[in-house]
Each structure stands twice: as structure tokens, then as C-alpha cells.
């Protein structure tokens, strides 16, 4: 990704608000693709270790991941990619009905010499890891860690000697799996955000964002020196007498990343709640990806659209204030009618690249909140995206066409035009981009890019670029 730079971003006002209507200056579609012949280049091994959740009730069933994880990360200036992972660390023990628990870690590989480091939590502070949650209606499923109680999520570095991380809350044993709130009668509802030292590999803090469910994606603002960190499956847990009224709707912490002395936590500055009140949408389908825009000093944040209208969706704008200050406020909502975004990017000029679970990839104006161009030669499916500024390529990691099958899409930045997808794995969800050596990283197990039953982070590049 392109380095942001210390400097005092410009604020612009942005006249938008639910449901206005946006200009749309281009299609890309039917021309022939300028493939830039990226192919995979290497991979790195980073170990199988497989975890099994036994579901007894209703109909007994098992389901085993070799490899689970979520967010990619990169920062070149200090050549390191961070992943995510749930399935490595130190052995645990843990309260569900399953075999093979982990602490979890940030696993880094220095992308230059490809070693793998990584960065764990302290013996007695696990990571919530994987955990087995069926409840469909709590964003559960039988698949061993898809649902909201897993950790880490998000991570991103802060300064380029730390890296930030949202976790799942605090282990507990479930009451049962009867798709009720009784069943999180015990959720302690302490989701959190832990920091890692890069150089030492420690961790420095952990701090307490009150979530009953995980501590998901996030972004730095390195001009206010702001975290924001994002609680996207958040519901009222009646019978919990740790649930508050933060809990009743997904929302969003800013935290000051700001040096504090050993021992003290960095300061949760604010909490906004997406509950439809103080300039928000309701966000009952989530919330996504979010990036920090220098240009205009505000953070966009992708919102899949809400249970009424699925298919499409917000980029909600975050003003951060002063430094922290209480001026920290949604100042718009836009719309993306047809695209219910997952990924957002930041690439060159203010553009964001918006990876669409439903509806094909498109690209906004930050400062303005036009779509500049749609790429209807992509089908959707999309969960994160990266811009590597090594090639000004934006990458995605969307749907290949089949259910469950990933494919890494390439979209060329300037002008903007659809490059090349290429087959990944099942389940490659996550994807980062290193400016020097002009690659991009996934994350799989198996499919055409690890060898079979096999975890890796592939890494891909072009030797016929054209930017």
C-alpha cells in the first residue's frame, strides 16, 4: 500500500447523506483486458495445524480448518506482512467441544527474506482464537471459526513499530447452541485490540473495547494519531448482565495511539454505535473494511447494505476531529446502489477501490463520492482489497464463480481498467500488496496455490508491468 505520510490532511465538507443520488462517469466492460502477466512467484510455508469443532446438538457433526485466519496487512516500509491467525500460536485449552485449540498470533514474514516471526500473546492472555458457534442468527455456522466469537480479526501497523490487531471476546463457555441470547448468558463482552511491539515482538497492551462479539477490522490516522476499530455483529444479549447499551448495535471505536508509560492502556477516545441516530445508517449487515483518506482527513468505512436491502450499501465518512478531540462525528453516509461493499481501498489521487460482496467492483472519488468507473468484468464476492503502489494495481480477494472458490482480481489504477483474475483457494478471503517488490500476498490452504492440504501465503507478480 502507498505510505502515508506525517502531514496535516485537508478536510473537505462532503454534501452526502442516505439515498442521493451519484454521478457515474464510466463502465469498464467489453474491452479487451491489459493483463499485465502476473503470475505466482513463490510461497511461504507457515505450518498446518488443524482444529476441530464437535457440534452435538441437533444433528451431531464435526468440521476441521487446517488454516483459519482474516486480515492481510503490509507495511513495506519496514518490510513485514502481518496476517491475522487463528490457527497458530501456543497450545490452549478452551471451554467449546473442540480439539486442537490455539492462543492465536500475528504471524509476520519479513518480505524480503520470506522468514516467518510470530508475534504472540502473552502465556496467561490468549487470543480468543477459534472457537465453535453454530448460532446462525449470532453470525454462526458449523464451520470451524466462521462466526463472531474468533480473534484476531484486523490488523494494520501504527507508525511502522506497531502492530494493532481486534480480537474476539475473552473465553467462555457457551450455555448451548440454541440460536437463543440465553446461549451468551456467560460472554464476558470484553472484545479487544491488542498492540505488538514489531521489533520485540511483545505485546504492550491490551485494551478493553466492551464488544460481546469480535473486535474486527480497522485503520490509522496518522495526523490525529487515531485507531479505529470496528464491531460489526454486535445485538442486544438479553440475560447478560455484562452487555450494555453499546452492545445493542454494531460500532466503531477510536482509540488514541498516542505512547503511553508500561503498564497503562491507551485512551478509547470515543464509541459510536450505527443504530440510525447522530448521522448514522443502521448497520445490521455489518461493518467492513475501513481506510484513513489524507486528502480529505477522514476515514471511510464500507457498510454492507442493511437486512432490507442487501445488495447494496454505504462508504460511511468519519471526521475525526482535532487530535481526539469530541468533535469526532459521521459526517456522511454514500450510497453504492448495486454494490454492498466489503473491501475499500486507497489508491492514487483519492480513489477507493470498493470490493463489492454483491455487484461487480467499482471506483469512488473520496472527495467527491462519484463512482468513477465500475469493472463489470468482475462478479463480486469480495471481502478484503489492497492498492500496491509498486505497480498501482488494486487487488482483490473475491469470487471466482463457484461457491467458496476465491480468486485474486487485478484492476489497473491509472487509467483505471480490469487487468486479470487469477484462481486462488477456497476460502482466500484476504490479500496485501508490497510496494517494493511490487507483489501481492494470500493467504490459503490448498487450492491452486498451496500445495494440497497445505498452508502458505502465495505471493504473486508481474514480470510484464506496464505502470
Known sequence: MKAIHWRVGIRLALPFVAGTALAVFGLVGGAKADTDNVTQQASVLVGNHSITCNFSEGTPTSN??????????????????????????????????????TSGDILKIDTSTHTVTPLLPPADDPMAGVRCDANPDFGGSNAAGRNELTGPNGVFTVNHVEAWAGDGPSEFALAGQTNTAADYVNDPCDSSVRVFDLQTGQQTDHINIGGCFRTDEGAFD?????????????????????????????????ISTDPVKPGKHHQVVKQINYDGHNGTVVANGGIEQPVYVPDTGKFYIAIPGDLAHPDDGWISVVDPGQHGNNDIKVVANIPTPGCNPHGLALGLDAQLFLGCNSGPERVMDARTGDILQVITQTVGGCDEVYFNAGDNHFVGACSAGAPGQFAMDQVDSQPIAFDQKLTTAPGAHSIAADRVTATDWVPAFGGTVCAASTACVAIFGGANEDE
Open 64 to 101: 476441521t480448518t487446517g488454516f483459519s485466519f482474516d486480515i492481510s496487512w503490509i507495511d513495506s516500509n519496514v518490510h513485514s506482512y502481518l496476517l491475522a491467525d487463528r490457527s497458530h500460536g501456543f497450545t490452549t485449552t478452551t471451554p467449546d467441544n473442540q480439539t486442537g485449540h
Open 222 to 254: 496518522p495526523v490525529d494519531q487515531l485507531a479505529l476499530f470496528a464491531n460489526p455483529s454486535e445485538q442486544p444479549l438479553r440475560g447478560n448482565r455484562n452487555s450494555t447499551g453499546l452492545n445493542r448495535s454494531p460500532f466503531i471505536t477510536l
